[in-house]
């Protein structure tokens, strides 16, 4: 374990692309965590009471819904970008 660790946890051959991988797996994590009870809210509520909101409302969660969807996709390509530094150089 230790001799894999010191062969490709050190050995990071592009940390530029780690680091920005870290940060967006970070942001997508915040951004999914913190819409999701928030869509599950609007999502939950009756037929009737989510037709008596506002119009302002119901825009507040279409755009959660947008939000969740695009921290989804930083999650995914920071997770990407991650895995792609990380063992770019496995196979020497």
Do not use: C
């Not at 062969?7 to 870290?22: A, C, D, E, M, R």
């Not at 909101?53 to 999650?75: A, T, Y």
């Amino acid at each position: 374990m230790v001799h894999f660790l010191k062969k490709y946890l050190v050995n990071i051959q592009n940390p530029t692309w780690f680091f920005i991988g870290i940060i967006l797996l970070i942001l997508g994590s915040f951004v999914t965590v913190f819409d999701y009870p928030q869509i599950q809210y609007f999502e939950n509520m009756d037929s009737e009471m989510y037709a008596t909101l506002e119009s302002e409302q119901k825009e507040i969660h279409n755009r959660l819904i947008i939000e969740f969807s695009i921290g989804i996709v930083i999650l995914l390509a920071g997770g990407a970008l991650f895995v792609v530094s990380f063992f770019r150089n496995f196979k020497k």
